[in-house]
């Protein structure tokens, strides 16, 4: 199978954003560690990084068209499903409207995982405004109460290159806020976003004082293989409610006001 992996910044593209090659080669290396056997993946960046992507809805707005304009490819180009990996799970309706290949996003499909693996979870988080996204997040899907109260390190995108530099010092300083979480209740540890996500994957810490931390990016790989599987069997998403696509003339309409 093949897997369209859709980050929401440029990556390695972006002279912006200095972690971009860095993410882009942990992204590579772990998507061939945890993939199954035949399973093809590639990941594809927008155009630019705007400013605040993570924190203002302004900024969110153009990274969501972007994304959809990307995954709108993805069919045409053989792909059989689309993993989203963006923290703040852009596109979350657009894309399962426009697209009839399964769509997975990295926080729904962490939450879900999450919840099979521990009574409550928490997320610790690069920056506060983060956090508070996520939260909305926890409410659409449904999972709040099984959601404590998590914590944040405080860091931009631009301290991304900085903690390679250092990583004893950022490694404790994750486990600092996550003991805070983990003093709420938290029995499972998420880590957003996922540069974050991948520098603790880098330096191999996968729990703190015997928490488990659950892998977000590896979440939404395994869970997109498995949707492949059962769009196979016949088994395939809703389209009532408001997972609801146009017809088709209205679908293809639409799509040419992305491409």
């Given at each position: 199978?093949k897997?369209?992996?859709?980050s929401?910044?440029?990556?390695?593209?972006?002279?912006?954003?200095?972690?971009?090659?860095?993410?882009?080669?942990?992204?590579t290396?772990?998507?061939?560690?945890?993939?199954?056997?035949?399973?093809?993946?590639?990941?594809?960046?927008?155009?630019?990084?705007?400013?605040?992507?993570?924190?203002?809805?302004?900024?969110y707005?153009?990274?969501t068209?972007?994304?959809?304009?990307?995954?709108?490819r993805?069919?045409?180009?053989g792909?059989?499903?689309?993993?989203?990996?963006?923290?703040?799970?852009?596109?979350?309706?657009?894309?399962?409207?426009?697209?009839?290949?399964?769509?997975?996003f990295?926080s729904?499909a962490?939450?879900?995982?999450?919840?099979?693996?521990?009574?409550a979870f928490?997320?610790?988080?690069?920056?506060?405004?983060?956090?508070?996204?996520?939260?909305?997040?926890?409410?659409?899907?449904?999972?709040?109460?099984?959601?404590?109260?998590?914590a944040?390190?405080?860091?931009?995108?631009?301290?991304?290159?900085?903690?390679?530099?250092?990583?004893?010092v950022?490694?404790?300083?994750?486990?600092?806020?996550?003991?805070?979480?983990?003093?709420?209740?938290?029995?499972?540890?998420?880590?957003?976003?996922?540069?974050?996500?991948?520098?603790?994957?880098?330096?191999?810490?996968?729990?703190?004082?015997?928490?488990?931390?659950?892998?977000?990016?590896?979440?939404?790989?395994?869970?997109?293989?498995?949707?492949?599987?059962?769009?196979?069997?016949?088994?395939?998403?809703?389209?009532?409610?408001?997972?609801?696509?146009?017809?088709?003339?209205?679908?293809?309409?639409?799509?040419?006001?992305?491409?």
């Open positions: 199978m897997l369209w992996l859709q929401g910044s440029a990556l390695a593209a972006d002279d912006a954003t200095p972690y971009g090659k860095r993410y882009e080669e942990s992204l290396r772990h998507m061939q560690a945890v993939a199954r056997s035949g399973t093809q993946m590639e990941t594809f960046g927008i155009e630019g990084t705007p400013p605040g992507k993570d924190r203002y809805r302004a900024a707005h153009i990274v068209s972007q994304m959809i304009e990307g995954v709108l993805a069919e045409a180009q792909f059989d499903a689309v993993a989203v990996i963006n923290t703040l799970d852009h596109g979350y309706y657009e894309m399962r409207e426009l697209l009839d290949i399964p769509v997975v990295i729904e962490a939450m879900h995982l999450a919840c099979q693996l521990a009574p928490a997320f610790v988080t690069h920056n506060e405004l983060i956090g508070l996204h996520i939260a909305e997040l926890a409410k659409r899907y449904g999972l709040a109460e099984r959601m404590v109260a998590g944040h390190l405080g860091l931009t995108y631009e301290d991304f290159p900085k903690m390679y530099d250092d990583p004893a950022y490694v404790e300083r994750f486990a600092d806020a996550a003991r805070q979480a983990i003093g709420r209740g938290a029995a499972m540890l998420l880590v957003a976003g996922n540069p974050l996500n991948m520098f603790l994957i880098d330096q191999g810490v996968k729990e703190i004082d015997g928490v488990p931390i659950l892998d977000c990016c590896t979440a939404a790989i395994k869970t997109a293989e498995l949707m492949v599987d059962l769009h196979r069997l016949g088994i395939r998403r809703s389209a009532k409610g408001l997972f609801e696509a146009p017809p088709p003339g209205a679908k293809e309409e639409i799509r040419k006001l992305y491409c």
